[in-house]
């Protein structure tokens, strides 16, 4: 079955990310405060774009919106205002996956159609992608997981009813300065560009406390960004 001639009726997307300022705080990937800023709000202007493409009602929520006092709270309010507006099924992203298309949301609403529950998986226990069904789910069970651990995705996974939860397929994310090496070992351009690269971050751990760290970061940055993520010049 296309995904285009799937009825997608009464599915809401749910954008729940912070700030790129609030992001700098949080997960400050890079170095300077200048370069993390551009990098998130790049991140953010891409997941945005690929939501846009599905054609699905999106839902934004960031720290000025956001209720609760813990995470799991924050999110339990967000769902909970969307199913009262009317929604059956919702599709919950961030913007720390740069491989997230809008192919993979249109997926997990896909899944929805037969299973109570979809998790996209990330390779570090975590996950960049939860889709729900009202009908099934009780939103207090945001409450009771150990939210930016390893055990996310399996204890998510066990509450949703692992039988009627579907995984997607694990894509990489970024949490902190550690996954651009990660990330790097999964790219498919050609050998020459990827060898420098990792060559770079190898160079960057070992220098970390001087010059050469910082003027190696700023060229990392700059391949990253311009290269494979296809985000605009800073």
Not at 17 to 33: G, M, N, W
Not at 210 to 227: A, D, E, G, R
Request: proline fraction near 2%.
């Amino acid at each position: 079955m296309k995904l285009e001639n799937v009825n997608y009726s009464r599915v809401a997307i749910i954008f729940f990310a912070q700030s790129e300022y609030r992001k700098i705080i949080t997960k400050p990937i890079l170095f300077c405060k200048r370069k993390n800023v551009a990098l998130w709000r790049k991140m953010t202007e891409r997941s945005f774009l690929e939501i846009k493409k599905t054609k699905l009602p999106i839902f934004i929520y960031d720290e000025t919106c956001q209720k609760g006092k813990t995470f799991g709270d924050k999110l339990s309010t967000a769902v909970n205002f969307i199913f009262a507006n009317g929604y059956d099924k919702v599709v919950i992203i961030g913007n720390y996956c740069p491989k997230l298309s809008h192919k993979n949301l249109l997926n997990a609403a896909t899944k929805l159609k037969t299973r109570n529950s979809v998790l996209g998986a990330d390779f570090n226990g975590g996950i960049y992608l939860i889709g729900v069904l009202k009908a099934t789910l009780n939103t207090k069970v945001f409450s009771s997981i150990s939210w930016q651990t390893i055990t996310v995705c399996r204890d998510l996974k066990l509450l949703f009813n692992t039988e009627r939860c579907i995984i997607l397929p694990r894509l990489s994310d970024f949490n902190c300065t550690s996954d651009l090496k990660n990330f790097l070992k999964n790219l498919t351009f050609s050998a020459s560009l990827k060898n420098l690269l990792m060559s770079l971050t190898t160079e960057i751990k070992a220098t970390k406390d001087n010059l050469f760290f910082l003027q190696h970061m700023n060229l990392l940055i700059v391949i990253i960004t311009k290269v494979h993520l296809n985000f605009q010049e800073f």
